[in-house]
């Protein structure tokens, strides 16, 4: 299996610390950060969404800069939550965004995590509806499809036309990851033709290793797939912290972090959220070369402190393709290609 890795950046801001101060920070150093990593080798840049909220919150524009920045890096969301889209706008803002970047847009969409506005979405001016993310969902991916989704007036077409989106950009359908957070969904999602995006924690515990309940996570996604019979290869993507230190810097920064699984209540259940990798580059390489859902997905995103800033990330990234990566199997892509 070709390995892929990429990082996952929540944009996050503060006025008073750190490197990033304002949101117009946030969205440039994001693009600075895509552009550094595509040097570097690394394969996809991936933004996190969150609403009422100082960290990224309109995905489009911001990966429309980076898709016309680079030429080869693969671009994506993990993920946007479908509560807060009209799926009709958000698929023509998908199309210009994929079509502007060469064919490169990997969306993940979900229902979200919990936000910190009391309903939110409907702020936003929806309902908040336990199957409406999904209802949407369905809707974004009709229109993508280039399904006729609105009715024609009869003054210009055929009583029974029905009219698609526009624009339209082929091979997007197949690139919509959904965000799963239990095994459940990650069923659903295989049964649903979707690739299956993974993140740092699962909504539920077994009282395993996160490693191994992700893997199980991946494995009965990996079956549902093949049961309803959808004719290409899906990709799955887990995300993973890793903070490698090599400096006193990194070391006075993260050296202190928690290095194991974590069990807590989220979201009305127990949840396993899955450990920070720290430490010596040549241990993390060990500890990843031994991770299950790492050896089971084809993509490995790595979460950045962004508000580090775009040296500071850089340098990790370096050091995690030069150092760590080529223990899970992935090698590095240095030669650009013409969009």
């Not at 690739?195 to 996160?210: A, G, I, K, Y």
């Not at 989220?266 to 580059?281: C, K, M, N, Q």
């Amino acid at each position: 299996m070709t390995k892929k890795i990429g990082f996952l950046s929540f944009g996050a801001w503060h006025p008073g610390g750190g490197a990033t101060h304002t949101g117009a920070d946030a969205l440039r150093q994001t693009v600075e950060l895509a552009v550094a990593a595509e040097e570097i080798g690394i394969d996809g840049a991936f933004v996190r969404v969150h609403h009422f909220a100082r960290q990224l919150s309109s995905p489009f524009p911001l990966l429309a800069a980076i898709g016309v920045s680079t030429s080869r890096i693969e671009i994506g969301t993990g993920v946007i939550d479908m509560r807060y889209e009209n799926p009709l706008y958000m698929a023509e803002d998908a199309a210009a965004a994929d079509l502007l970047a060469g064919g490169r847009l990997q969306l993940g969409v979900s229902r979200g995590s919990p936000e910190p506005a009391w309903h939110g979405a409907e702020a936003f001016g929806y309902s908040v509806d336990h199957d409406e993310a999904r209802e949407k969902t369905a809707l974004f991916r009709a229109a993508i499809g280039g399904a006729g989704v609105v009715r024609a007036d009869v003054g210009g077409h055929p009583g029974d036309a029905m009219l698609a989106v526009q624009p339209q950009s082929p091979g997007l359908p197949d690139r919509i990851w959904w965000g799963s957070g239990s095994r459940e969904t990650a069923v659903w999602a295989g049964e649903q033709g979707m690739n299956l995006m993974s993140s740092t924690l699962l909504l539920e515990d077994t009282q395993v290793p996160f490693d191994e309940l992700q893997a199980e996570q991946i494995a009965l996604f990996r079956e549902a797939w093949a049961s309803a019979g959808h004719s290409r290869e899906p990709r799955v993507s887990v995300s993973r912290s890793v903070l490698p230190i090599t400096s006193d810097l990194d070391r006075r920064l993260f050296g202190g972090d928690a290095d194991e699984d974590q069990v807590g209540w989220l979201d009305g259940a127990i949840s396993r959220f899955g450990r920070t990798y720290t430490g010596e580059p040549d241990r993390i390489a060990g500890e990843l070369a031994a991770d299950a859902a790492v050896q089971a997905a084809d993509t490995l995103l790595l979460t950045v402190p962004s508000q580090l800033g775009v040296e500071y990330n850089a340098t990790m990234l370096a050091t995690i393709a030069d150092e760590i990566a080529p223990a899970i199997g992935w090698s590095p892509d240095r030669t650009p290609e013409a969009v």
